[in-house]
């Protein structure tokens, strides 16, 4: 039978020995091999890193990718849940840095790039164990023991294979281009690992100007918010078909005042040159092409002449624009794709003052060795110094920052491979209209942009720890694309036979070129680490090399699950690849999930010192309450505001309630003996309250069942806990003394095997949600009484809902009758009148008249006698009419006061209906019958004395607050049952105790006890009633009377 459930909820302790139950009885393998004859459901586990802690933000993606899985798997699917790890990358480069104490690209070469790689591989794993331990700890379920690994051959083979065959369709080629570039890890970024690293800034743009040749004082004027770009300028760039203007203004020039001319944008000369200028010529762009300039440093003529280019001219493009700036583009082709192509169109030399490593050449001789962007207030203040200056201002913008090491970009001209995504755009933007977003606007906004947008992708990173670029280079210019190991090693002599697939063991292989016959080398670069987890669909199986069929029984994923910066990484690298292969989506259903933020409303940093630790949070509230507050709180798109506060808050709404209602079922049954095997529910006897509860249940399995289908988690959630507050808060709450009755009749019977069904229904319900304390739960609920049953509530079904058992108009009906009852006690409430305190009736408007078997159920709850319902509100209002003195005043004078006198003397509820009936009242003045509109009236709606009325859309009720002796005796009566429990319960006397009960209060209290002593009695269960004092008593107030109650176990 039922073991004794404590009424302490110790949820964290409860949760480590439902994790221990767990691992001893292997619950998770059963749950997946039960399960292996079924429907295959896939699940895509987006691969963590494991060489950083996890964090608060992990615990909500855990949640949302699990309780997924685990609603599929009790729906009878077989829901495969590999894990993965993503180990490749530079966030692993800059760890293994900081650990060797070395910084940058040199310092690794010099240290060794083979022992540099074997410590990569050593530091992935570092807090392996914190996210197995912490995945495990709030319950999220997938196979750890059979990982895929992206550093393993067999998982780089497959993105080979995957290369091969982008390669094979002529979609992956090697270009001169502008990349985004960082300068300290000395590599490329693809424009979606670009996209995640964008941070608002402040910086200085200036307007500058270029003397004219052969236009003594006339210049042309430029706007850039990178100065540290002009030094590379070769020319400058206007749109031919704009309109532009050459104004004048008098300046100061060495010492004197000049006329000083300059060329400018027509639509932005006054934000350029102020108010004071003359508007000497107007011109379109193209009269501007072919002018020359005076550049404004030097640092770069030696390259220019060297190049034999023409420099320093007026171009002019389409590109142009007059939404800020002068309307005249400074061009730097080293230094932007727009600049670039202009470059090439017009021939002009390619200039790249800025190294590698983002510092000035030597060229630049005042500011060599300086970081680019570190130069630009030096050459703010030369060009200030050499009047070539016009003016500076502060601009707030949003720039690119290295996603990993937060040094800023800078685009800069790189030899990159490139996979041309742009050939294969409609197909992706085909592919993600089969996708089901949620929330829906995804898939046309924020990703539907992206791939609207998209542009080649930059795959090749000049850097160490990463799948290695097959690709293989001949001296004749041939180039071949290794797709697999045994393809290697055919045309290699010298490749080891157990090959280790990274550098610099892969760049020591060579092969025979198919051209010429001679040895072709690897080129240096790896692949970005974002193709590797973009692979995971199949490189996680090594197909094409093995698990065919186990592949294409698991593509494409039914569901993935990520944050929203996804939308530019996992989520994009998956469609990428699944159009560039499969051309079709890799996944069918996506939840995206917003960002944890403190509870203002921040986002959680060190610096802010607003991080929360979530170890401190499962220790503190269990797992349970974290996932059920990331369910309930709001949907997982939003931000959630993350406290201890918002998570005690939904854990006690839910969790307690569905607790404490089972801790209630399970005393209850043990004081009885109770036990629901081989009992059944007699429908023709169930009270209204069995047959409304056991209906809402059904509607609930309805509607959780069909949320959840189309991923509705916090619809599902929210629903879930409606119906767990409706059952503790009001079936058992006005079910309760069916249970204390002394005998086992088919009434008692039916309320417990009314509240067994609902409870074991909603632990199964639950499951997905709380898996802890559902299991706790169903082991004592279920297996104490059905051993035969499940080992789990994890190994269960998920419910079924029995339509025989809705009754949609019995429902509507107890939601009127909750809707008045929370109308009465707010009615109460604003009245200042205990419940305790007996009322004569309620009177209630309604849009429909409930059933006679309704209405106990309210004046019992409510504490009236009486139940009326009117057919209109205004029988409970009165009315006060006073004279509109707009119209009144000018109409009648000093007799005014004769209206206001009549009117004040007016039985407000006849006179309503008066003015309703025939539109005007009569009233007499100096003899005179008058008719009074209700524009003449100032009504006032006013409520009666001895009503207590709430209102709310076409619901109204009111109490009847008027007091009679009698009702004020068995407010007393129950005001002592109250202090009574009270004290039963402090002493911690079970439910079942006898006391005697002794009284010692005034003469009234007394009269009161002796009247209605076998009334208390039976409610307190006390075997006598007696006057005086006795052991463990205490003084109360009792409606403003003083009493000593005494109560005693026998």
Known sequence: MYKKVSGEMSFVEREKEVLDFWKTHDIFRQSMTNRENGPVFTFYEGPPTANGKPHIGHILTRAIK????????????????????DTHGLPVELEVERLLGIDGKPAIEAYGVEPFIAQCKQSVWKYKAEWEEMSERVGFWADMEDPYVTYENDYIESEWWALRTIWDKGLLYKGHKIVPYCPRCGTSLSSHEVAQGYQDVKETSIFVRFAVDGEPDTYLTAWTTTPWTLPSNVALCVNAEKEYVLAELDQDVDGSRRQVRYYVAGALVRDVLGENYRILERMPGRDLVGKTYQPLFSYANAQIEKSGKCAFIVAADPYVSLSEGTGIVHIAPAFGEDDARVGRQNDLP??????????MPADVTDFAGVFCKDADPGLIRKLADEGKLIRKMSYEHSYPFCWRCDTPLIYYARNSWFIQMTAVRENLLRNNQTVNWIPEHIRDGRFGNFLENVIDWSISRERYWGTPLPIWECGCGHRHLIGSIAELRAMSDDCPENIELHKPMIDRVHIRCDQCGGRMTRVPEVIDCWFDSGSMPFAQWHYPFENKELFDRNFPADFISEAIDQTRGWFYTLMAIGTLLFDQAPYKNVIVMGLVQDKNGQKMSKHKGNVVDPWQVLDKQGADAVRWYFYAAGSPWLPSRFSDEAVSEHQRKFMGTFWNTYAFYIMYAQIDGFNPVGKQLDRATLSVLDRWILSRLNSLIRKVDGQLERYDITGAARAIQAFTDDLSNWYVRRSRERFWQPDMNQDKINAYMTLYAALEVLTRLSAPFVPFMTEAVYQNLVLSVEPQSPSSVHLCDFPVCDPDLIDSQLEKFMGDVLKIVTMGRAARNTAAIKNRQPLQRLFVV??????????????????????????????????????????????????????????????????????????????????????LTAEDLLIETIQPEGLATESDRDFTVSLDTQLTPELIEEGFVREIISKVQTMRRDSGFDVQDRIILRIDGNEYIWGVAARNQDFIADEVLATSVLAGTGPNSRAWDLNGEKAVLSVERI
Request: net charge negative; charged share 30%; with cysteine.
């Open 66 to 85: 699990d309780i997924i899985p685990r609603y599929k798997t009790m729906k009878g699917y077989y829901v495969l849940r590999k894990a993965g790890w």
């Open 350 to 359: 390619f200039i790249q003052l800025v190294d590698e490593d983002g510092t």
């Open 846 to 931: 309604a849009p429909e008249r409930l059933p006679a078997e309704y209405h106990a159920l309210i004046t019992d709850e409510l504490n009236v006698r009486e139940l009326v319902y009117l057919d209109d509100s205004a029988q409970l209002m009165d009315y006060r009419f006073k004279p509109q003195l707009r119209t009144l005043g000018r109409r009648f004078g000093k007799a005014l006061v004769q209206v206001t006198d009549q009117l004040n003397a007016l039985d407000g509820k006849e006179a309503m209906r008066e003015l309703e009936t025939q539109g005007y009242l009569v009233i007499t003045v100096d003899g005179c019958h008058e008719h």
